[in-house]
């Protein structure tokens, strides 16, 4: 078994566990949706979830990932955010629920797009054939690259 202790457990929607250690994550917005959402004490409520294209979960949006959306996005309607690129992290020591927890947070800048070189491709296409095409399907949103590169990187993770 690997990965953060909560992945054990089936949470319905994402939290700062599911980036699995990592720092960041850059990810696209699909969809939303008003969801019914059983909390702590059982309460049900309405909440507004946000849906990414790299996840099967949804995110439980707050006012402050919300806003963040918004910022990046350059609109406050929703159905502008659906194809919006945004930096998922965790942001350690946040007080919710009576508690100082790890929370899921979105960045409030675009993420930044770096020209693919060579020896990127190379650490891509190896670390494809070593097993690791999903976190490499995650990282190409972070380059700009040739339709030649797109090509040959998508042919190898069509292998897997």
Not at 48 to 77: C, P
Request: glycine share 8%; charged share 30%; hydrophobic share 35%.
């Amino acid at each position: 078994m690997k990965g953060h202790w909560k992945k054990q457990f089936n949470y319905e929607y994402l939290g700062s566990y599911s980036l699995d250690g990592k720092k960041e994550i850059v990810v696209q917005v699909s969809r939303f949706a008003q969801e019914k959402v059983t909390g702590q004490q059982g309460r049900k409520e309405d909440c507004f979830v946000v849906y990414f294209k790299e996840f099967d979960k949804g995110m439980i949006l707050n006012r402050t990932n919300a806003k963040a959306i918004e910022k990046v996005s350059g609109s406050g309607l929703v159905e502008d955010w659906v194809g919006t690129q945004v930096t998922l992290y965790v942001e350690k020591g946040v007080k919710a629920f009576g508690d100082v927890v790890d929370a899921l947070r979105i960045r409030d800048k675009k993420p930044t797009r770096q020209t693919m070189t060579k020896e990127i491709e190379t650490s891509m296409l190896d670390a494809i054939k070593n097993g690791k095409g999903t976190q490499v399907e995650q990282a190409l949103v972070k380059y700009n690259m040739s339709a030649k590169q797109k090509e040959v990187i998508n042919l190898e993770l069509s292998k897997i």
